[in-house]
């Protein structure tokens, strides 16, 4: 077949699994299948495409149709700019997500050296953009990543590798002309504090936070496929702010004085997540929305007079 035919076959199929993003992914799963830029694929539309291509064209499909999400399929997405590793091992990033890492970066801006807590990390999405960013910005981070799954922990070293592992021959240069790179990342395998000592000046975490109950109405791609240990946020609660409450009760513990903490949460657990701030005598409590106008990041700081 030829590549445009290609992708018109793919595009029915992925049309008749009633996935809305049919013509975006049967465009990006050829150019993955077969490894090629955006620009030879355009100049080559009516070219006759290899068997082994098309075969493995059709199996991508195919897995695609089943729903399967086409982050893991490739095996990366992109967050903040950051080509990131995926696998079903861990949550696939959201849009959203970057803007919890923009209020943390805002809030921290004045820090020119920083120690942070990125709990429940999965990908490393949250903590290898924040230490990226700052980088950007000449402002070290001592950064602590931190997940119960090793299996998750493993994607997370990889990101770590293959984003900052080489950075120190680069750009990475901190205040007193030390240079930065990996050795200034920890990973540890901890539920929640568990295995975590020292102080931060932010703790900022996505934690699991949708209701048991609601997984199943979720879109396929996340019910059926993404790992329910991250998403899940009940564990023994009906509320979906389980983690919420484990990581605001002992964050005080764990937070410098002028200490900040840096929150996602689900859009109708505003309330609930607030509630458990002010209950643990956080000030400066703020939600703010996220792309689609639902209020999805917390802000708040350690009130050092509790
Ligand atoms: N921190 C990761 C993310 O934001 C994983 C979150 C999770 O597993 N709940 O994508």
Redesign the pocket.
């Known amino acids: 077949m030829r590549y445009f035919e290609l992708i018109n076959y793919g595009k029915e199929k992925l049309a008749a699994a009633d996935i809305d993003t049919f013509s975006y992914d049967a465009r990006e799963l050829l150019l993955y299948a077969s490894g090629m830029t955006t620009e030879t694929l355009l100049s080559s539309v009516r070219d006759e495409c290899p068997s082994e291509t098309e075969e493995k064209y059709r199996l991508c499909i195919k897995r695609r149709s089943e729903r399967y999400p086409l982050q893991y399929i490739m095996g990366y997405t992109y967050?903040m700019g950051y080509k990131m590793k995926v696998s079903p091992d861990?949550?696939?990033?959201?849009p959203e997500?970057e803007e919890?890492v923009l209020a943390a970066l805002k809030l921290t801006d004045k820090n020119n050296s920083l120690k942070a807590l990125?709990?429940?990390?999965?990908?490393?999405?949250?903590?290898i953009s924040l230490y990226l960013e700052r980088l950007k910005q000449r402002k070290t981070t001592l950064l602590t990543m931190s997940?119960i799954?090793e299996n998750?922990l493993l994607v997370a070293e990889s990101n770590v590798d293959s984003l900052i592992g080489n950075i120190d021959k680069t750009l990475a240069f901190s205040e007193n002309g030390e240079k930065s790179g990996k050795s200034d990342i920890t990973l540890t395998a901890s539920d929640l504090f568990d295995n975590i000592s020292g102080k931060f000046d932010l703790i900022i975490?996505?934690?699991?936070?949708i209701k048991t109950g609601d997984i199943e109405s979720l879109m396929p791609e996340v019910a059926d496929y993404e790992?329910r240990?991250?998403?899940d946020g009940d564990v023994s609660n009906p509320d979906g702010v389980a983690?919420y409450k484990e990581i605001i009760r002992k964050a005080g513990e764990y937070l410098n004085d002028d200490g900040i903490i840096c929150l996602?949460i689900g859009h109708d657990e505003r309330d609930a997540v607030a509630g458990i701030l002010v209950d643990n005598s956080f000030k400066d409590i703020k939600v703010s929305k996220d792309i689609n106008g639902l209020d999805r990041i917390v802000t708040a700081g350690l009130n050092k007079h509790k």
């Open positions: 967050f861990v949550l696939i990033p959201r997500t919890v990125d709990l429940c990390t999965g990908s490393g999405c949250i903590g997940d799954s998750a975490s996505n934690p699991p936070y790992p240990i991250a998403l983690f996602e």
